[in-house]
């Protein structure tokens, strides 16, 4: 099923733009379901615009795990908020994304997650990075959203042109 943005002045069109709200974005909303009940998880996570993925780290069990072997497809967005403006309107930018939700087992790509999350998400992620031990990195949980389907839109605060 396929829907369209009502407004269409508020759609983004460009796939790069898209990108960059996924990039930008300290968190994404999943919905899961299984067996007819829908289940919401917030994320960290790191983008990958040449893969087209989301990252995440997990524990090795729970809730999300249990829903995603069960239906591995997944709904989610990514919003950045910028506040009411003057004119009492609300300024965003939104990605929704559809794709499958796999578990990342091979060591180079967990290590790859791991620096593509870590570099969106700290503000020194060479200093952290360079902490994980290859070990720890074996250990960790790794979760990977292939994205199949995006759409945006947005609602920018009026430029105020000052004299």
Known sequence: ???????????????????TVL???????IALCMDSEPYLVALTHGYDQHRNCLYFHCAPEGKKLIYAKANPKVWGQAVLDYGVTDECDYAYRSVHFSGKLCLVTDLAEKKHALEVLVRQ???????????????????????????????????EAPIVKTK
């Open 1 to 19: 099923m396929s829907f369209h943005v009502r407004r269409k002045d508020r759609e983004i069109t460009d796939p790069a733009e898209m990108r």
């Open 121 to 155: 998400s700290s503000n020194r992620p060479e200093e952290k990075l360079a902490k994980v031990k290859p070990e720890k990195i074996e250990k960790t949980t790794m979760g990977r959203i292939d994205i199949s389907y995006m759409s945006g839109k947005k609602h």
């Open 23 to 29: 990039k930008t974005t300290k968190y994404v909303t």
